[in-house]
């Protein structure tokens, strides 16, 4: 499985993008913080470098914890920076992890 899956999704509002990422943190009311790691490779040195992209997701319910792999999509903007809605949870965070 990718890190970033490039699905999309049709529910008759047009294509959406779909994104797996990890949640780093969820300290806000409905908003969460999802971090979204790609590995690409250099044009010029062909050496593997890490991107990583931090989205405001609209989580509704306060479902999602910080070390959750979710899944996200595209939607219309919430608010000044939300432009994601979490999709759903793949994998939940270990509870005794620190």
């Known amino acids: 499985m990718s890190p970033e899956s490039t699905q999309e999704k049709t529910?008759?509002?047009?294509?959406?993008?779909?994104?797996v990422g990890s949640v780093t943190s969820a300290n806000m009311e409905k908003?969460?913080?999802v971090t979204v790691v790609r590995r690409v490779?250099?044009?010029?040195?062909?050496?593997f470098l890490t991107r990583r992209v931090k989205y405001h997701v609209h989580d509704e319910?306060?479902?999602a914890k910080v070390g959750d792999l979710v899944e996200i999509v595209e939607s219309r903007p919430l608010s000044r920076t939300k432009r994601w809605r979490l999709l759903?949870?793949?994998?939940?965070?270990?509870?005794g992890a620190s």
């Open 11 to 19: 529910d008759g509002r047009g294509s959406r993008r779909v994104i």
């Open 41 to 47: 490779r250099d044009r010029r040195f062909h050496k």
């Open 61 to 63: 319910h306060d479902t």
């Open 88 to 95: 759903r949870t793949i994998t939940k965070a270990v509870e």
């Open 31 to 33: 908003t969460i913080v």
